[in-house]
């Protein structure tokens, strides 16, 4: 690790230089964080997890044909990523009435929403990630209106295929983000799904008894967070079905 190039590090994930052209190495720490990095912990086990989950997960949109940056898994904590030019913006799924939809609109929290609502929020830590709209994506210039109409199409399928996963082990989406990067081949650019997709990037309900299987177990002192994690994990088949919740978890390969 010392001796490889060190691209870029955010609050739960290292970028390092990869082996081939026009790759990344993607590292997963067992870091969490909640509030803008106000609230910080090292969860043993929470980087292994959240590496084997966003495998499952990438793996399942690219076979049904939602391009994402994943190439393959390199062991327990890495994986190889295609590099990509990431879209200055978090783009928010929302089916369920939680966290900061409900806080702004007042709405009581589980309340099921008409319809998959999609947000849009400028990333910078330093401004809190604020929520814009489209007028702001076009006035400055972040993505082209071709961009947001498949920004909107790539995130309505990610919710429709994370949706009916996660149903069918008894779980509820509630809402989840994504960000998007631009690739090139030759002329044509085209849009991925980059970054990672886990229990750190959705709000995940357990479907009959509403127990929380996310970051915020973390965020509201729930519990164990690998606990929870490790749950899903199991659920989805990541782990074994008789294995029981550990802090440094065995996984299959």
Known sequence: MARRKKIYEGKAKILYEGPEPGTLV??????????????????????????????????????????THFIRRLNMREQLVRSCE????????????AGSLAQRLGLEEGAALPRPIVEYYYKDD????????????????????????????????VNDFLSGVMIAV???LVDFKIEVGRVY????QRLIVADEISPDSCRLWDAETGQKLDK??????????????????????VMPKNSQPVTKPTLIN
């Open 170 to 172: 008894g779980i509820k």
């Open 26 to 67: 993607q590292y997963f720490k067992d870091d969490a964080t909640a509030f803008n990095a106000q609230k910080k912990d090292v969860v043993d086990g929470k980087g292994v997890l959240n590496n084997r989950l966003s495998e499952f997960f990438m793996t399942g949109l690219n076979n049904i044909g939602v391009p």
């Open 126 to 157: 330093k401004l809190n990630d604020p929520m814009v709209t489209e007028e702001h994506i076009a006035a400055f210039g972040w993505a082209s209106q071709q961009d947001m109409d498949d920004i909107l199409s790539l995130a309505l399928r």
């Open 86 to 97: 990431i879209i200055p913006l978090e783009i928010v799924v929302r089916n369920v009435a």
């Open 185 to 188: 081949d030759g002329d044509y």
């Open 216 to 237: 915020d177990v973390f965020r509201r002192d729930l519990g164990n967070l690998a606990d929870a994690y490790t749950e899903v994990a199991r659920r989805l088949g």
